[in-house]
């Protein structure tokens, strides 16, 4: 760029405010031989800005982008990006790191919301910068961690731009596209509801330069990552973890005009303070791994009377630390005993939380304990006169098919929370030829939270099936959409009035009834 000054678009896609070239710079660094074409920065007043302003227009209320969606990934080089930072303070900068085969490329950051069905807004869009292909990913071979340290593109400035569940649209000139997620995150949830993003299981199952906790280069299981880094992109769309397990909610939520705050875990583990004074704190669709401080920070959440919502299954499966300024997470799983905490700090050891060494099922927290994958079954309501289930007129017996899946919990006798816990749903299934049970269940303790667990990771699918959104969603149809959204819907406004065990009647303890003798 060779001119004086650095133009901003508006929502709208018009010129915004004009920057001078010593703030532009202030705004913007830019890396190596990549020239940057403009800064993302914000010139709302929605959040920050001159107190004695006069107020616009809320959030909820502003004009949605039905565009935010991606046209044409590409190949696997078409265009790739990643962040310095999972989340943001509103009006803080982060880097954003961008390789790309084409000569240049725009950047688009959609809040995403309800926006009257648009499902997101456009908050602010770059003008073109020049495109690069960075330096190649590396391997550490001890841990097989991929990296990829790129050069920075660009810093971006977010002023102005509310808190909320970020994607970054990056428009490369070749007509491809990549999604780039980051949560502008809350100071505090005091009187809200806080929807907690899981980019630490993101990155557990990221494949992108061939390693994931899952598998290596070669497909299999030995040849896995011990630890992961953020300093590279996701792989497919660069979004598809929070897209298919977390995006549904946080539209859901915003329609229903609740108080909302939001966060990542990676956030909680660093500074559990968010959630003081939280009416509700919402875990999505699939939040496997956690630090034992973020366990711990949670667990103290709900004693002290934040409701806790578990969406997914699987979570808080696996005990994970967090290295390199919380930019790698680390999980050696069954190789723990090679972990350099083992033996001297077992409740550190990463592995998974109900594993030796110092043992600590996730059930306490949950109420649920993960059992199996794959599996594939109808969900079947128990007592189809609870709370949760008002409105949706469903009867004991009625089922939905598909959204048993494909991870499943279920309520555990001899590993149960320190609490009468009534399970509403019960859910034949077989599971690598074994027969079993996917539960959802509610339990309260005594400081009033009440604490709901779904018991299955297709739940937030659910919200989507019969809409066309995100495909076929394993099959289920609009009934079950209908059933899954009305019920979330009970389930958020509840836990947004305060202390579930007071407003809402108390579990009825049914382990007995429903297993037998515990």
Known sequence: MDGSTAYLEDEAGSPGTALSRRRFLGAVTVAGACAAGTALTGCDTASGGDPDAPAGPSEASRPGDFGWRIRSKGPPEAVLGCTDKVSVLPGEDFGLYVCT?????????????????????????????????????????????????????????????????????????NGHQRYVPLIVRSATARG?????????????????????????????????????????????????????????????????????????????????????????????????????QQRQSMTRARDAGTNLAFLGANTCFRRIRFEDGDRTVVCYKTDHRHDPLYPRHGALVTTDFRQAPEPDPESSLTGVLYEGYPVNAPYVVHNAGHWLFAGTGVKRGDF????????????????????????????????????????????????????????????????????????RNHGMDARTGAFVTRTTENLLRAFAEGPAAKTRPAPRDNVREVYGST
């Open 400 to 471: 939905f098919a598909h959204l048993v899946g494909v991870e499943y919990d279920r309520v555990t006798p001899g590993s149960l929370p320190d609490a009468p816990i009534e399970i509403v749903a019960h859910s034949p299934l077989v599971c690598n030829g074994r027969r079993s049970h996917s539960d959802s269940a509610y339990y309260t303790v005594p400081s009033g939270a009440g604490v709901f667990a779904s018991g299955t990771m297709r739940w937030v699918e659910g919200l989507m099936a019969g809409t066309g959104e995100n495909g």
């Open 192 to 292: 809200k509801s806080l929807l907690i993003h899981a980019p630490a299981t993101w990155q557990a199952y990221n494949l992108w330069g061939g390693h994931s906790l899952y598998e290596g280069d070669d497909g299999s299981y030995g040849t896995r990552a011990l630890a992961v880094s953020f300093a590279r992109p996701y792989d497919s769309d660069g979004a598809e973890k929070f897209l298919v397990y977390e995006r549904a909610v946080v539209v859901l939520a915003e329609r229903l005009g609740i108080p909302l705050a939001y966060t990542t875990g990676v956030d909680i583990h660093r500074d559990p303070a968010v959630l003081r004074g939280a009416v509700s704190a919402v875990t999505l669709g699939h939040d496997e791994y956690w630090t034992p």
């Open 101 to 173: 085969t084409a000569p240049g490329f725009r950047v688009s950051a959609y809040r995403v919301g309800w926006y009257g069905g648009a499902q997101a807004r456009l908050v602010r869009r770059s003008e073109t910068m020049d495109g690069r292909v960075q330096a190649a990913s590396y391997l550490i071979s001890a841990t097989r961690t991929v990296r990829a340290d790129w050069e920075r593109t660009v810093e971006v400035r977010t002023d102005g731009w509310p808190e909320g569940a970020y994607l970054l649209r990056l428009d490369a000139d």
